[in-house]
Nanobody, 117 residues
């Protein structure tokens, strides 16, 4: 059974930092593109960052220079380090795994990030 479990969300003040983690199980982790998406109330879900099994990364323009993404293929984890958070970063953050050949996707249940003073 494929499962993605996110952790690390919470309440943080503007300018603060958070680290999100996603642990995968039931998949051959190395053949999956791993990504973080987010969805704020009333908005569409959007890609935040992604990382290939080889470590190549991609970021949304809105988070470039503030967020980093990394993965550990041995531990089947992907992390999102978020710095200089602002209120527009408030959203539910979802972990996503997409098979690089088959295109099959799996989603986590999400973790809430709230940036507020």
């Amino acid at each position: 059974q494929v499962q993605l479990v996110e952790s690390g969300g919470g309440l943080v003040q503007p300018g603060g930092s958070l680290r999100l983690s996603c642990v995968a199980s039931g998949i051959t982790f190395s053949v999956y593109l791993m990504s973080w998406y987010r969805q704020a109330p009333g908005k569409q879900r959007e890609l935040v960052a992604s990382v290939t099994s080889g470590g190549s990364t991609n970021f949304a323009d809105s988070v470039k220079g503030r967020f980093t993404i990394s993965r550990d293929n041995a531990d089947k984890t992907v992390n999102l380090r978020m710095n200089s958070l602002n209120t527009e970063d408030s959203a539910v953050y979802y972990c996503n795994a997409r098979h690089r050949f088959l295109g099959v996707e799996t989603w986590g249940r999400g973790t809430q990030v709230t940036v507020s003073s």
